[in-house]
């Protein structure tokens, strides 16, 4: 069966950083656009990070640019997102998310078939 499971979240202090782990079983990542996403309490979910099929391209939300980057191990089945330079505001449960299909006119993180449980990454100020 298809499951993502998400980890390395936790409690770090403004200017820190974390590295999340999505570990995907059932399928191949490298076969998948992988997003990531957060949401933040009381705030609606938003888009943090893509990485295409085949590592072909990146994305990234205005606000993590420059500070967050998205990778994958394929001999692990596994992506990461590294969180550098962290901000209160980066404050959210993290969900890594998978899809096969690509959408015209829409973000990379639309449509996604397949969400892991979240981990939650808390940063104090």
């Known amino acids: 069966e298809v499951q993502l499971v998400e980890s390395g979240g936790g409690l770090v202090q403004a200017g820190g950083s974390l590295r999340l782990s999505c570990a995907a079983s059932?399928?191949?990542?490298?076969?998948?656009?992988i997003g990531w996403l957060r949401q933040a309490p009381g705030k609606e979910r938003e888009g943090v990070s893509c990485i295409s099929r085949s590592d072909v391209s990146t994305k990234y939300a205005d606000s993590v640019k420059g500070r967050f980057t998205v990778s994958k191990d394929n001999a692990k089945n596994t992506v990461y997102l590294q969180m550098n330079s962290l901000k209160f505001e980066d404050t959210a449960v993290y969900y890594c998310a998978a899809k096969r299909r690509t959408y015209a006119s829409r973000s990379c993180h639309y449509g996604m078939d397949y969400w892991g449980k979240g981990t939650l990454v808390t940063v104090s100020s």
């Open positions: 059932g399928f191949i990542v490298d076969d998948y656009v």
